[in-house]
C-alpha cells in the first residue's frame, strides 16, 4: 500500500485517499474481485487504475461511452502514463496497429467498448497480454433490472474465460440491491468484497415543488445563477423550446439530446464547462460521466420515470462540496403523464407476440428462419403499414431487443435534423433556381413552423408522402442544400437497421421469455410508482427517502431539504451558515430590500426574513432608510 500512496502523489498529486478508494485498492492489491459503489464523483476510476499502475501488465477497461473513455486517457497521458483506446469507427489496419501497441508497447491501459470484445481480433491479442486488472467501469449496465442495460455488456463474461485468473473490478453508482446482485452474478464474480460508501449528500438541498408555472419558477431559481446549471426534460422538442424561452429570459443556455451530431455535442458541452453558457437543457442523454464541479442546480421540470435515475442526475449537482440544490418540479398532469408514457404504454407478453408475428410478416420470414438477417427499418413505415400504436411499438420493439430476440442499430429512435441557416427572402430564392428543390424545400417549411429558429427533426416519410418524391431525391436534395450551405443537416437515412437474433418460431420464441416480460413490466411500474411515492411523500426528509431506497436505513434528516424546511419552523444551525453566507455574499454587490434578497434565494421566505434578523442582531447588516440592508 505503501507503493500504492507513492502513486497517489506522483501520479496524481493528491496527498489522501477519498472515502473508500483505500480499502478498495488494497482488496484489489490482495487479489480479490471487487466491487466498488461509489457515488458519481467518488473517485472510483482511481480505484482501477492506482492498483493497475501498482502491478506489471495492462489493465483491461471495459467502458460503456467513448466519451468517458477519451476524457480518461486525455487524464492518464497528462500524467505520463500509457493508455489507449479502442474506438468505433477505425479500420480494421489501424486496429491491428493499436492491438500491437497494447501487447508490445508497454501500455498500462486497453480501454474499450462491450462491442468491441465481440471481436475475434481482439480477443486473440487480449489473450497474448499479460491481463493484471480487468476494470468494468459502469458495470451495472449488465444488469437488465438497471435503466441503462446494454446487451452488449453480457460480453464482457468472454474475458473470464480468455484470462480466468485475472481478478475483476466493477465500478457503479448505481446501488439498488437488485441492480447490484444481478451485476455480480451477471460477471461471475467470486465472493467478492463489496465496498459502498453513504450515498448521502451533505451540501445537496433536494426539494419537490408542484408547481403550474414551471418556467417561471426556473426563472426565479436560475436568473442569479452564479455557476452552472442543468435542467432535465423528458423530449428533445422539450430542450430545444425550454432553453430558447430561458434564452429570451435572458438565461443563457443550450439545450442536448441524443439526436444532436457527435461534433455539435462536443461543443455545447465544451461552452458549459467553461461557463460560457450556464444552463444545459437535456434529455437523459446529458450523464454518464458528465464530472462538472460547479453545478449549483439540477432542475427537473418532468417527472423521472425511476429514483435510480433521479439520484443520478439529481447528483450532478453540487460536486465541489458546496450548497447546490436539486430541484422537481410537477403537476398533477405529469403525474397521469408519466403513467402513461412508462406503465400504460409497457407491452405485455400478447402485445410482443402480435408486434414480433408483424415484423416478421413484414419481412417475410419464413418460419424456422431468419436467424441473424440484418434489414434497413424504417419504424415510420412499419407503424404505418400495420396502424400500430407508435409508442406502444416503439416499446414492443425495445423490448425485444433487450430480451435478445431482435437487435436494433444505436440510430433507432433517431430522426433528421435541419435547420436553415439562412433568411427566408434568401431561402425562396434559392428554391427558384430547381423545381424538385422547390417542391421539397417549400413542403418541408409548410410542416415545421419553427425551423428558421430552431434544429428540427423531419420525418423522411412524411415528407416523400407529401411530395410524392422518392426518399433518395429529398435525401439528395437536401444534402446539396446542406453543401450550398442553406441548411445544418444531420441525416438519420434509415431510421435503423434490425437484426433478427433467433429463428421465428412465433408464440414460442415469445413464450420462452414471457416470465422476463413480467417481471421488467413489474419492475418498471414498481419504479414509477417509487417516484410517484417519493413526490407525494411530504413528511420524510427527502434525503432519508432517496437514500434509504438504496437500501441505506441509517442516514439522519439532512436540515435544508424541502420536507426538513418546512417541518422545522425552526432552521438548522447548517441551514443558517448557508443562508447567512447567501444574504452577505448579495449585500457585498449591493444594498437590497428584503424582498430582493428573498427572491434571489431558494429558501423560503420567512426562513430568509429570520436569518436577515438573526444578521441584524449580530450586527453583521443594517438598514438604511430606504429598508435596504447593507454590510456593516
Ligand atoms: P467517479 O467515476 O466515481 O464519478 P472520478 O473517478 O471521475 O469519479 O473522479 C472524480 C474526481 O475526483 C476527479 O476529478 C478525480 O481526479 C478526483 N479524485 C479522485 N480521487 C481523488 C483523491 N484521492 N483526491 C482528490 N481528488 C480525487
Ligand atoms: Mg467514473
Redesign the pocket.
Same mark, same amino acid.
Given at each position: 500500500m505503501k507503493n500504492v500512496r507513492d502513486i497517489?502523489t506522483k501520479y496524481?498529486g493528491?496527498t489522501?485517499?477519498?472515502p473508500m478508494?483505500e480499502e478498495i485498492i488494497a482488496s484489489v492489491l490482495n487479489g480479490k474481485d471487487t466491487v466498488a459503489l461509489?457515488?458519481?464523483?467518488?473517485?472510483?476510476? %482511481?480505484c482501477f487504475q492506482a492498483p493497475a499502475l501498482a502491478m506489471e501488465g495492462i489493465c483491461i477497461v471495459i467502458s460503456p461511452l467513448v466519451a468517458l473513455m477519451g476524457d480518461q486517457i486525455n487524464?492518464l497521458k497528462e500524467r505520463g502514463i500509457k493508455a489507449l483506446k479502442l474506438t468505433g469507427g477505425i479500420s480494421f489496419d489501424e486496429l491491428n496497429t493499436l492491438l500491437d501497441n497494447a501487447l508490445y508497447g508497454n501500455y498500462k491501459f486497453l480501454y474499450l467498448s462491450p462491442e468491441r470484445l465481440q471481436q475475434e481480433i481482439v480477443q486473440n491479442y487480449i489473450k497474448q497480454m499479460n491481463v493484471n486488472l480487468i476494470a468494468v467501469?459502469e458495470a451495472h449496465c449488465i444488469s437488465q433490472w438497471g435503466n441503462d442495460f446494454r446487451p452488449a455488456y453480457k460480453n464482457i463474461t468472454i474475458l473470464r474465460e480468455i484470462h480466468p485468473l485475472v481478478h475483476i473490478i466493477a %465500478?457503479t453508482?448505481t446501488a439498488t440491491t437488485e441492480v447490484l446482485e444481478d451485476t455480480i452474478s451477471e460477471l461471475k464474480m467470486e465472493l467478492p468484497a463489496v465496498f459502498k460508501n453513504s450515498f448521502v449528500r451533505e451540501n445537496l438541498s433536494y426539494q419537490v415543488f408542484k408547481q403550474d408555472d414551471k418556467l417561471y419558477k426556473t426563472e426565479q431559481l436560475l436568473k442569479n445563477n452564479q455557476g452552472s446549471a442543468i435542467v432535465y426534460v423528458r423530449s428533445r422538442k422539450n430542450s430545444v423550446e425550454i432553453s430558447d424561452q430561458l434564452n429570451s429570459l435572458g438565461i443563457s443556455a443550450t439545450f442536448y439530446h441524443g439526436g444532436i451530431s457527435a461534433k455539435e455535442k462536443a461543443q455545447k458541452l465544451q461552452n458549459w464547462r467553461s461557463g460560457g453558457i450556464s444552463t444545459m437543457v437535456a434529455t437523459n442523454a446529458f450523464g454518464m460521466g458528465i464530472?462538472h464541479p460547479n453545478v449549483r442546480f439540477v432542475i427537473h421540470l418532468q417527472i423521472p420515470e425511476s429514483l435510480e435515475s433521479y439520484f443520478q442526475e439529481a447528483g450532478r449537482a453540487g460536486r465541489d462540496g458546496d450548497y447546490a440544490v436539486a430541484v422537481l418540479l410537477y403537476n398533477e398532469y405529469d403525474k397521469i403523464n408519466v403513467k402513461n408514457q412508462f406503465v400504460e404504454s409497457l407491452p405485455t407478453t400478447p402485445d410482443l407476440k402480435k408486434i414480433y408475428r408483424t415484423l416478421n410478416n413484414y419481412f417475410q420470414i419464413p418460419y424456422g428462419e431468419g436467424e441473424f438477417t440484418k434489414y434497413n427499418f424504417s419504424f415510420s413505415e412499419f407503424c404505418k403499414t400495420y396502424n400500430l400504436n407508435t409508442l406502444l411499438a416503439y416499446n414492443a420493439l425495445n423490448s425485444l431487443d433487450r430480451l435478445g430476440i431482435i437487435q436494433l442499430s444505436q440510430e433507432f429512435g433517431r430522426k433528421s435534423i435541419v435547420q436553415f441557416l439562412i433568411s427566408s427572402e434568401k431561402v425562396l430564392n434559392y428554391f427558384e433556381k430547381d423545381a424538385t428543390t422547390s417542391i421539397i424545400g417549400k413542403t418541408v417549411l409548410r410542416i415545421y413552423g419553427g425551423i428558421f429558429e430552431i434544429p428540427t427533426s423531419i420525418n423522411l416519410d412524411l415528407i416523400a408522402t407529401k411530395t410524392g418524391q422518392s426518399i433518395e431525391a429529398i435525401v439528395s436534395i437536401l444534402k446539396k442544400m446542406e453543401r450550398d450551405h442553406v441548411v445544418e443537416l444531420v441525416l438519420q437515412i434509415t431510421d435503423a437497421t434490425l437484426t433478427f437474433l433467433v429463428p421465428r418460431e412465433d408464440e414460442k420464441t415469445i413464450n420462452v421469455v414471457s416470465r422476463e416480460v413480467e417481471a421488467l413490466n413489474r419492475k418498471k411500474t414498481a419504479q414509477v410508482n417509487s417516484v410517484l411515492h417519493y413526490i407525494e411523500n411530504t413528511k420524510t426528509c427527502r434525503s432519508v427517502q432517496l437514500v434509504s431506497y438504496f437500501g441505506e436505513t441509517t442516514a439522519s434528516k439532512c436540515g435544508i431539504c424541502s420536507v426538513c424546511r418546512t417541518q422545522s419552523s425552526n432552521l438548522t444551525n447548517k441551514e443558517i451558515k448557508i443562508l447567512s453566507s447567501q444574504i452577505l455574499a448579495l449585500l457585498e454587490e449591493r444594498n437590497l430590500n428584503s424582498r430582493e434578497i428573498s427572491e434571489k434565494l431558494t429558501f423560503a421566505e420567512t426562513d430568509t426574513l429570520k436569518v436577515i434578523r438573526l444578521l441584524m442582531d449580530a450586527e453583521k447588516i443594517k438598514i438604511n432608510p430606504r429598508n435596504q440592508y447593507y454590510l456593516n
Amino acid at each position: 500500500m505503501k507503493n500504492v500512496r507513492d502513486i497517489l502523489t506522483k501520479y496524481w498529486g493528491y496527498t489522501s485517499f477519498k472515502p473508500m478508494q483505500e480499502e478498495i485498492i488494497a482488496s484489489v492489491l490482495n487479489g480479490k474481485d471487487t466491487v466498488a459503489l461509489l457515488p458519481t464523483g467518488g473517485g472510483k476510476s %482511481l480505484c482501477f487504475q492506482a492498483p493497475a499502475l501498482a502491478m506489471e501488465g495492462i489493465c483491461i477497461v471495459i467502458s460503456p461511452l467513448v466519451a468517458l473513455m477519451g476524457d480518461q486517457i486525455n487524464t492518464l497521458k497528462e500524467r505520463g502514463i500509457k493508455a489507449l483506446k479502442l474506438t468505433g469507427g477505425i479500420s480494421f489496419d489501424e486496429l491491428n496497429t493499436l492491438l500491437d501497441n497494447a501487447l508490445y508497447g508497454n501500455y498500462k491501459f486497453l480501454y474499450l467498448s462491450p462491442e468491441r470484445l465481440q471481436q475475434e481480433i481482439v480477443q486473440n491479442y487480449i489473450k497474448q497480454m499479460n491481463v493484471n486488472l480487468i476494470a468494468v467501469d459502469e458495470a451495472h449496465c449488465i444488469s437488465q433490472w438497471g435503466n441503462d442495460f446494454r446487451p452488449a455488456y453480457k460480453n464482457i463474461t468472454i474475458l473470464r474465460e480468455i484470462h480466468p485468473l485475472v481478478h475483476i473490478i466493477a %465500478l457503479t453508482a448505481t446501488a439498488t440491491t437488485e441492480v447490484l446482485e444481478d451485476t455480480i452474478s451477471e460477471l461471475k464474480m467470486e465472493l467478492p468484497a463489496v465496498f459502498k460508501n453513504s450515498f448521502v449528500r451533505e451540501n445537496l438541498s433536494y426539494q419537490v415543488f408542484k408547481q403550474d408555472d414551471k418556467l417561471y419558477k426556473t426563472e426565479q431559481l436560475l436568473k442569479n445563477n452564479q455557476g452552472s446549471a442543468i435542467v432535465y426534460v423528458r423530449s428533445r422538442k422539450n430542450s430545444v423550446e425550454i432553453s430558447d424561452q430561458l434564452n429570451s429570459l435572458g438565461i443563457s443556455a443550450t439545450f442536448y439530446h441524443g439526436g444532436i451530431s457527435a461534433k455539435e455535442k462536443a461543443q455545447k458541452l465544451q461552452n458549459w464547462r467553461s461557463g460560457g453558457i450556464s444552463t444545459m437543457v437535456a434529455t437523459n442523454a446529458f450523464g454518464m460521466g458528465i464530472d462538472h464541479p460547479n453545478v449549483r442546480f439540477v432542475i427537473h421540470l418532468q417527472i423521472p420515470e425511476s429514483l435510480e435515475s433521479y439520484f443520478q442526475e439529481a447528483g450532478r449537482a453540487g460536486r465541489d462540496g458546496d450548497y447546490a440544490v436539486a430541484v422537481l418540479l410537477y403537476n398533477e398532469y405529469d403525474k397521469i403523464n408519466v403513467k402513461n408514457q412508462f406503465v400504460e404504454s409497457l407491452p405485455t407478453t400478447p402485445d410482443l407476440k402480435k408486434i414480433y408475428r408483424t415484423l416478421n410478416n413484414y419481412f417475410q420470414i419464413p418460419y424456422g428462419e431468419g436467424e441473424f438477417t440484418k434489414y434497413n427499418f424504417s419504424f415510420s413505415e412499419f407503424c404505418k403499414t400495420y396502424n400500430l400504436n407508435t409508442l406502444l411499438a416503439y416499446n414492443a420493439l425495445n423490448s425485444l431487443d433487450r430480451l435478445g430476440i431482435i437487435q436494433l442499430s444505436q440510430e433507432f429512435g433517431r430522426k433528421s435534423i435541419v435547420q436553415f441557416l439562412i433568411s427566408s427572402e434568401k431561402v425562396l430564392n434559392y428554391f427558384e433556381k430547381d423545381a424538385t428543390t422547390s417542391i421539397i424545400g417549400k413542403t418541408v417549411l409548410r410542416i415545421y413552423g419553427g425551423i428558421f429558429e430552431i434544429p428540427t427533426s423531419i420525418n423522411l416519410d412524411l415528407i416523400a408522402t407529401k411530395t410524392g418524391q422518392s426518399i433518395e431525391a429529398i435525401v439528395s436534395i437536401l444534402k446539396k442544400m446542406e453543401r450550398d450551405h442553406v441548411v445544418e443537416l444531420v441525416l438519420q437515412i434509415t431510421d435503423a437497421t434490425l437484426t433478427f437474433l433467433v429463428p421465428r418460431e412465433d408464440e414460442k420464441t415469445i413464450n420462452v421469455v414471457s416470465r422476463e416480460v413480467e417481471a421488467l413490466n413489474r419492475k418498471k411500474t414498481a419504479q414509477v410508482n417509487s417516484v410517484l411515492h417519493y413526490i407525494e411523500n411530504t413528511k420524510t426528509c427527502r434525503s432519508v427517502q432517496l437514500v434509504s431506497y438504496f437500501g441505506e436505513t441509517t442516514a439522519s434528516k439532512c436540515g435544508i431539504c424541502s420536507v426538513c424546511r418546512t417541518q422545522s419552523s425552526n432552521l438548522t444551525n447548517k441551514e443558517i451558515k448557508i443562508l447567512s453566507s447567501q444574504i452577505l455574499a448579495l449585500l457585498e454587490e449591493r444594498n437590497l430590500n428584503s424582498r430582493e434578497i428573498s427572491e434571489k434565494l431558494t429558501f423560503a421566505e420567512t426562513d430568509t426574513l429570520k436569518v436577515i434578523r438573526l444578521l441584524m442582531d449580530a450586527e453583521k447588516i443594517k438598514i438604511n432608510p430606504r429598508n435596504q440592508y447593507y454590510l456593516n
